[in-house]
């Protein structure tokens, strides 16, 4: 990856995820200049398994029946446990979705922009926004040596994802409302049969079923394969509704990590999963899936796009296609004005102001597209089911008395 020192681009994109990275596609191939900053070492720098659906937008940036060739495709299934494991419910979604290797994947999406010419500095930690008259022009990073440097550009696209460092420089309470504490762990030479289980495996914990954390939130393990006896598995704590709740207390990282050990050695069902594997990988990070950033366009000249929009589906807690889509959307929709506004040889600053006068109208295109329309049916729909599920109901005896109900709101999901 590079490492040259530019002044001027047309989009400068903080994060080189899918989410920057197929912005920063979509606007090379339509004529502009871009440089992506990354904070790691390389793109996507952290391990982890994923799957996604296998729609359109991902043949478009990464080739046409890419995804099919390195990932385990499948059926569709959805596996719903009731808390304690008592009892089941099996969903299938009809569209083709696969389980691959992060790595795998990233590096496909390095492959592509680098031979669409985008400049991806690596090792580069973006510090601040630079603003002139109330919008935003540029950036300041450390770069590898630790100096501060600047960059310019018509369009600041902040891709870091639930970090989301200008998106907090703006005051985004991530923090507060959008971000849930998740545990990710990848395994290998995992207690399971791919061939008998190849589906998603979710294990509702209902607050107060923990008897060493009677306190501890509510909240969903989740398993699902990636090849062989390859899986990665985690615990997503569901912290829309904590705030409202007496009986929760929210947890440290200290008391989420000793929670998880014990999951791990005794939860019914789940724990099977874990004899004789090998952990790999584990860490506790978070996911912005507990509500939509509504002012995902802060300040004039940035825009938040994927997991920093906390534009991400909230029931499978996958923002991949959501953010590519979001991406595309946005450069797609900012291409025409820019481009004319670029022909009348206009300076950067008064070029970045004029494009964003019409922010407005853009949001409400955005608002009014297929994409967003969908992710917002699902936050509406997985509010009234957590409300329903885990504040009112709450308890796994409650939970349980109540499956019959509750399998017929997921099948809704």
Same mark, same amino acid.
């Given at each position: 990856m590079s490492n040259k020192n530019s002044e001027n681009y047309n989009f400068v994109i903080v994060g080189a995820g899918p989410a920057g990275l197929t912005a920063g596609i979509v606007a090379s191939r339509n004529g502009f200049s871009v440089i992506i900053l990354e904070k790691g070492d390389k793109a996507g720098p952290k391990p982890r398994g994923e799957g996604m659906a296998h729609e359109k937008i991902v043949d478009d940036i990464l080739g046409k029946d890419y995804l099919p060739s390195i990932g385990f495709k499948s059926n569709g299934g959805r596996v719903w446990h009731s808390p304690g494991d008592l009892q089941t419910l099996t969903t299938y979604k009809e569209y083709n979705h696969y389980f691959f290797e992060w790595r795998t994947f990233i590096d496909r999406f390095v492959e592509v922009a680098q031979n669409s010419g985008i400049e991806i500095l690596t090792k580069s930690e973006v510090i601040e926004p630079i603003e002139r008259e109330n919008s935003c022009n540029g950036i300041k990073y450390r770069d590898e040596n630790g100096k501060i440097q600047e960059i310019y550009g018509n369009v600041i696209l902040d891709c870091s994802g639930y970090s989301a460092v200008l998106g907090r420089y703006y005051n985004i309470p991530y923090d507060d409302q959008i971000n849930c504490p998740i545990i990710k762990c990848l395994i290998s030479e995992a207690n399971i049969d791919i061939n008998e289980t190849p589906d998603l495996n979710f294990y509702f914990i209902g607050n107060g079923d923990l008897d060493y954390?009677? /306190?501890?939130?509510?909240?969903?393990?989740?398993?699902?394969?990636? &090849?062989?006896? %390859?899986?990665?598995?985690?615990?997503?704590? %569901?912290?829309?509704?904590?705030?409202?709740?007496?009986?929760?207390?929210?947890?440290? =990282? =200290? &008391?989420?990590? %000793?929670?998880? &050990?014990?999951?791990?050695?005794?939860?019914?069902?789940?724990?099977?999963?874990?004899?004789?594997?090998?952990? =790999?990988?584990?860490?506790?990070? /978070?996911?912005?899936?507990?509500?939509?950033?509504?002012?995902?366009?802060?300040?004039?000249?940035?825009?938040?796009?994927?997991?920093?929009?906390?534009?991400?589906?909230?029931?499978?807690?996958?923002?991949?296609?959501?953010?590519? &889509?979001? /991406?595309n959307f946005w450069v797609n929709l900012l291409s025409p004005k820019l481009k004319e506004l670029l022909g009348e040889s206009r300076e950067i600053t008064e070029t970045n102001r004029e494009l964003f006068e019409g922010v407005e109208e853009y949001k409400k295109e955005f608002e009014e597209s297929e994409v967003y329309k969908e992710v917002k049916s699902y936050y509406n729909l997985i509010g009234a089911f957590e409300y329903k599920i885990f504040n009112r109901l709450r308890t796994s005896e409650k939970i349980n008395k109540k499956w019959e109900y509750i399998s017929n709101l997921l099948k809704q999901a």
């Open positions: 954390s009677l /306190a501890f939130p509510q909240c969903v393990a989740y398993i699902f394969p990636l &090849e062989n006896k %390859r899986v990665e598995v985690g615990l997503m704590l %569901r912290m829309a509704q904590v705030r409202n709740m007496k009986t929760v207390t929210i947890p440290s =990282d =200290d &008391e989420i990590m %000793r929670v998880w &050990e014990e999951i791990k050695k005794s939860y019914p069902g789940f724990s099977e999963f874990f004899k004789g594997a090998k952990i =790999d990988y584990e860490e506790i990070t /978070a996911i912005p899936n507990a509500q939509m950033v509504e002012n995902y366009v802060p300040i004039p000249g940035v825009i938040l796009i994927g997991d920093s929009a906390g534009f991400v589906n909230p029931f499978g807690s996958s923002g991949l296609v959501y953010s590519m &889509e979001m /991406a």
